[in-house]
T-cell receptor, first 113, second 112 residues
Framework: QQQVKQSPQSLIVQKGGISIINCAYENTAFDYFPWYQQFPGKGPALLIAIRPDVSEKKEGRFTISFNKSAKQFSLHIMDSQPGDSATYFCAASILSGYSTLTFGKGTMLLVSP | NAGVTQTPKFRILKIGQSMTLQCTQDMNHNYMYWYRQDPGMGLKLIYYSVGAGITDKGEVPNGYNVSRSTTEDFPLRLELAAPSQTSVYFC???????????FGPGTRLTVL
């Protein structure tokens, strides 16, 4: 049973546009939601993370929006640049105990020049 | 700090061979993880450890073994390699839940 569903699988955005990637989760106990960025041939790198006590977190051009009642969270990349072209993964976990991250299947983003 | 280092970067195995994937971190993180990544499937947790001497199974542990004798090292052992184990393997570490984890550069393994 997939606990974190990510969409779309792939996305093409023009330079300067807004990239939006969505994730939905099933386990209401999840309380930590990070996003990872992965370039080809590299390991995933932590990009930004949010906890459910806030509805939005912004770091530079990257923003996470969180909707607890809908069990959804999304990544917005403002003013998308060709250098943002990568695969993005959402994930979720429970902060207490020995919980580990459950990942979405990833979104391949291509920002066209 | 070098962060999380993995060796080798690439390896080709024959069916039935065994090997150990090495992982070392120099951040004094208690938590360490092994993931495998297959195209279009995201990252699947194989094993994890919350400290030296403590390991536990993840989502896809069959065909793998781990040990954690020190805080720094978390090797992954493949016994009797099978084509289904062809994948990219990532080691990661963190201070605990809600932090990171931080990933190594990966090992690309092909079993023929």
């Amino acid at each position: 049973q997939q606990q974190v569903k990510q969409s779309p699988q792939s996305l093409i955005v023009q330079k300067g546009g807004i990239s939006i990637i969505n994730c939905a989760y099933e386990n209401t106990a999840f309380d930590y939601f990070p996003w990872y960025q992965q370039f080809p041939g590299k390991g995933p790198a932590l990009l930004i993370a949010i906890r459910p006590d806030v509805s939005e977190k912004k770091e530079g051009r990257f923003t996470i929006s969180f909707n607890k009642s809908a069990k959804q969270f999304s990544l917005h990349i403002m003013d998308s640049q060709p250098g943002d072209s990568a695969t993005y993964f959402c994930a979720a976990s429970i902060l207490s105990g020995y919980s580990t991250l459950t990942f979405g299947k990833g979104t391949m983003l291509l920002v066209s020049p | 700090n070098a962060g999380v280092t993995q060796t080798p970067k690439f390896r080709i195995l024959k069916i039935g061979q065994s090997m150990t994937l090495q992982c070392t971190q120099d951040m004094n993180h208690n938590y360490m993880y092994w993931y495998r990544q297959d195209p279009g499937m995201g990252l699947k947790l194989i094993y994890y450890s919350v400290g030296a001497g403590i390991t536990d199974k993840g989502e896809v542990p069959n065909g793998y073994n781990v040990s954690r004798s020190t805080t720094e090292d978390f090797p992954l052992r493949l016994e009797l390699a099978a084509p289904s184990q062809t994948s990219v393997y990532f080691c990661a570490s963190s201070t605990g839940p809600g932090t990171g984890p931080f990933f190594g550069p990966g090992t690309r393994l092909t079993v023929l």
